[in-house]
Protein backbone atom coordinates (compact mmCIF):
# COMPACT_ATOMS: atom_id res chain seq x y z
CA UNK A 1 0.00 0.00 0.00
CA UNK A 2 1.04 3.58 -0.83
CA UNK A 3 -0.10 6.30 2.40
CA UNK A 4 0.32 9.90 2.42
CA UNK A 5 0.90 11.88 5.47
CA UNK A 6 -0.12 15.90 5.25
CA UNK A 7 1.65 18.25 7.82
CA UNK A 8 -0.91 20.62 8.37
CA UNK A 9 1.34 23.62 9.78
CA UNK A 10 2.09 25.98 7.30
CA UNK A 11 4.68 27.94 9.68
CA UNK A 12 8.06 26.93 8.82
CA UNK A 13 10.18 24.34 11.70
CA UNK A 14 6.76 23.35 12.94
CA UNK A 15 6.16 20.59 15.87
CA UNK A 16 3.86 19.88 13.49
CA UNK A 17 6.67 19.08 10.71
CA UNK A 18 8.76 16.83 13.78
CA UNK A 19 5.20 14.65 14.20
CA UNK A 20 4.84 14.12 10.12
CA UNK A 21 7.95 13.02 10.20
CA UNK A 22 8.27 10.78 13.06
CA UNK A 23 4.82 9.38 11.13
CA UNK A 24 6.23 8.56 8.05
CA UNK A 25 9.26 7.12 9.40
CA UNK A 26 7.27 4.50 11.45
CA UNK A 27 5.00 4.08 8.27
CA UNK A 28 7.64 3.36 5.75
CA UNK A 29 9.39 0.14 7.54
CA UNK A 30 5.68 -1.29 7.92
CA UNK A 31 5.62 -4.31 6.16
CA UNK A 32 2.56 -3.48 4.24
CA UNK A 33 4.06 -0.51 3.16
CA UNK A 34 5.40 0.43 -0.55
CA UNK A 35 5.67 4.23 0.13
CA UNK A 36 5.16 7.13 1.82
CA UNK A 37 4.49 10.66 0.23
CA UNK A 38 4.81 13.49 2.62
CA UNK A 39 2.89 16.85 1.75
CA UNK A 40 4.32 19.76 3.96
CA UNK A 41 2.50 22.56 3.78
CA UNK A 42 4.54 24.54 5.04
CA UNK A 43 7.18 23.73 2.16
CA UNK A 44 4.41 23.46 -0.22
CA UNK A 45 2.01 25.71 0.58
CA UNK A 46 -1.12 26.27 -1.82
CA UNK A 47 -2.60 29.68 -3.02
CA UNK A 48 -6.47 29.88 -1.85
CA UNK A 49 -8.52 28.05 -3.64
CA UNK A 50 -11.16 30.04 -6.06
CA UNK A 51 -13.37 29.04 -9.05
CA UNK A 52 -11.19 28.62 -11.38
CA UNK A 53 -9.63 25.75 -9.84
CA UNK A 54 -12.20 23.56 -11.42
CA UNK A 55 -11.46 25.12 -14.91
CA UNK A 56 -8.20 23.86 -17.35
CA UNK A 57 -5.49 26.15 -16.39
CA UNK A 58 -1.86 25.79 -16.60
CA UNK A 59 -1.27 27.99 -13.13
CA UNK A 60 -3.54 24.83 -11.52
CA UNK A 61 -2.18 22.13 -13.35
CA UNK A 62 1.18 22.99 -12.72
CA UNK A 63 0.64 23.60 -8.53
CA UNK A 64 -2.35 20.75 -7.80
CA UNK A 65 -1.80 18.24 -10.79
CA UNK A 66 1.24 16.28 -8.62
CA UNK A 67 -0.07 16.50 -5.66
CA UNK A 68 -3.56 15.73 -6.90
CA UNK A 69 -1.46 12.48 -8.71
CA UNK A 70 0.09 11.43 -5.50
CA UNK A 71 -3.28 11.29 -3.48
CA UNK A 72 -4.61 9.79 -5.79
CA UNK A 73 -2.51 6.97 -5.55
CA UNK A 74 -2.34 6.64 -2.27
CA UNK A 75 -4.92 4.07 -0.12
CA UNK A 76 -4.43 6.17 3.63
CA UNK A 77 -3.63 8.82 5.03
CA UNK A 78 -2.53 11.04 8.23
CA UNK A 79 -3.70 14.55 8.71
CA UNK A 80 -1.60 15.77 11.41
CA UNK A 81 -2.91 19.41 12.59
CA UNK A 82 -1.69 21.88 14.58
CA UNK A 83 -4.21 23.58 17.74
CA UNK A 84 -4.19 27.35 16.39
CA UNK A 85 -6.42 29.37 18.57
CA UNK A 86 -8.53 26.15 18.99
CA UNK A 87 -8.63 25.79 15.41
CA UNK A 88 -7.65 23.67 12.38
CA UNK A 89 -4.88 25.84 10.25
CA UNK A 90 -6.56 27.59 7.48
CA UNK A 91 -4.03 26.49 5.26
CA UNK A 92 -5.06 22.94 5.85
CA UNK A 93 -9.18 23.55 5.42
CA UNK A 94 -7.78 24.82 2.31
CA UNK A 95 -6.14 21.69 1.38
CA UNK A 96 -9.61 20.01 1.58
CA UNK A 97 -11.19 22.52 -0.90
CA UNK A 98 -9.03 21.29 -3.69
CA UNK A 99 -9.79 17.50 -3.19
CA UNK A 100 -12.83 17.66 -5.36
CA UNK A 101 -11.91 14.93 -7.97
CA UNK A 102 -12.00 11.70 -5.25
CA UNK A 103 -8.26 11.94 -4.27
CA UNK A 104 -9.50 10.72 -0.84
CA UNK A 105 -12.67 9.67 -1.55
CA UNK A 106 -13.62 6.47 0.72
CA UNK A 107 -10.14 5.69 1.93
CA UNK A 108 -9.35 5.78 5.62
CA UNK A 109 -8.05 8.48 7.34
CA UNK A 110 -6.05 8.83 11.19
CA UNK A 111 -6.64 12.30 12.18
CA UNK A 112 -3.27 13.59 14.42
CA UNK A 113 -3.90 16.57 16.35
CA UNK A 114 -0.53 18.80 17.93
CA UNK A 115 -0.43 20.40 20.95
CA UNK A 116 2.12 22.93 22.78
CA UNK A 117 -0.10 22.46 25.62
CA UNK A 118 -2.80 20.30 27.37
CA UNK A 119 -5.06 21.14 24.54
CA UNK A 120 -5.15 19.67 21.31
CA UNK A 121 -9.13 18.24 21.16
CA UNK A 122 -10.65 20.91 18.52
CA UNK A 123 -9.09 19.96 15.60
CA UNK A 124 -10.45 16.33 15.83
CA UNK A 125 -13.27 17.63 16.55
CA UNK A 126 -13.67 20.49 13.62
CA UNK A 127 -12.14 17.82 11.44
CA UNK A 128 -14.56 15.14 11.81
CA UNK A 129 -17.35 17.81 11.65
CA UNK A 130 -16.21 19.48 8.50
CA UNK A 131 -13.48 17.75 6.32
CA UNK A 132 -15.29 14.80 4.97
CA UNK A 133 -18.81 15.73 3.25
CA UNK A 134 -17.33 16.80 -0.43
CA UNK A 135 -14.11 14.45 -0.27
CA UNK A 136 -15.61 11.09 0.89
CA UNK A 137 -12.78 10.66 3.15
CA UNK A 138 -13.60 8.08 5.79
CA UNK A 139 -11.77 8.86 9.69
CA UNK A 140 -11.35 6.25 11.34
CA UNK A 141 -12.44 5.80 14.40
CA UNK A 142 -9.28 6.12 16.35
CA UNK A 143 -7.05 9.61 16.62
CA UNK A 144 -3.77 10.65 17.72
CA UNK A 145 -3.49 14.03 20.29
CA UNK A 146 0.07 14.86 20.69
CA UNK A 147 0.16 17.22 23.82
CA UNK A 148 3.25 19.05 25.34
CA UNK A 149 4.80 18.35 21.82
CA UNK A 150 7.82 20.28 22.37
CA UNK A 151 8.60 17.36 24.93
CA UNK A 152 8.22 14.51 22.57
CA UNK A 153 9.54 12.32 19.89
CA UNK A 154 12.50 14.56 19.79
CA UNK A 155 14.91 11.54 18.92
CA UNK A 156 12.97 9.07 16.24
CA UNK A 157 14.56 6.29 17.63
CA UNK A 158 14.70 6.57 21.74
CA UNK A 159 12.15 7.10 23.50
CA UNK A 160 12.75 9.99 26.18
CA UNK A 161 10.46 9.43 28.79
CA UNK A 162 7.09 8.07 30.06
CA UNK A 163 5.41 10.22 28.06
CA UNK A 164 7.08 9.85 25.10
CA UNK A 165 6.96 6.09 25.80
CA UNK A 166 3.06 6.25 25.92
CA UNK A 167 2.56 8.29 22.47
CA UNK A 168 4.56 6.13 20.57
CA UNK A 169 2.83 2.95 21.63
CA UNK A 170 -0.55 5.24 21.00
CA UNK A 171 1.08 5.43 17.26
CA UNK A 172 2.11 1.95 17.11
CA UNK A 173 -1.21 0.62 17.98
CA UNK A 174 -3.20 3.63 15.72
CA UNK A 175 -0.99 3.21 12.98
CA UNK A 176 -1.56 -0.24 12.80
CA UNK A 177 -5.45 0.14 12.62
CA UNK A 178 -5.52 2.92 9.76
CA UNK A 179 -3.57 -0.27 7.76
CA UNK A 180 -5.93 -2.88 7.89
CA UNK A 181 -8.34 -0.12 7.33
CA UNK A 182 -6.45 0.42 4.21
CA UNK A 183 -6.55 -2.85 2.78
CA UNK A 184 -10.56 -2.89 3.77
CA UNK A 185 -11.50 0.13 2.01
CA UNK A 186 -9.73 -1.16 -1.00
CA UNK A 187 -12.57 -3.50 -1.49
CA UNK A 188 -14.84 -1.17 -1.25
CA UNK A 189 -13.64 1.25 -4.36
CA UNK A 190 -13.19 -2.38 -5.68
CA UNK A 191 -16.00 -3.10 -5.42
CA UNK A 192 -18.18 -0.80 -8.39
CA UNK A 193 -20.42 -0.04 -5.23
CA UNK A 194 -18.83 3.89 -5.51
CA UNK A 195 -19.78 6.02 -7.98
CA UNK A 196 -18.51 9.75 -8.00
CA UNK A 197 -19.56 10.52 -11.24
CA UNK A 198 -23.53 10.92 -10.12
CA UNK A 199 -22.64 11.56 -6.43
CA UNK A 200 -19.88 13.47 -6.57
CA UNK A 201 -21.20 15.75 -3.19
CA UNK A 202 -22.11 14.26 0.44
CA UNK A 203 -25.30 15.37 1.22
Not at 98 to 115: D, N, Q, R, Y
Request: glycine letters at 6%.
Amino acid sequence: MKLAVISGSHRNGSESGKVARYVQQQLSSAPDVSSVYQLDLANNPLPLWDPEAWQPSEKWERLWSPISAELTASDAFVIVAPEWHGMVPAGLKNFFLFCTKGELAHKPALIVAVSAGPGGAYPIAELRMSSYKNSYLCYIPDHVIVRNVRELLNDPATSQSPDDGRIRERFQYALGLLLQYGKALQQVRASGAVNLARYPYGM
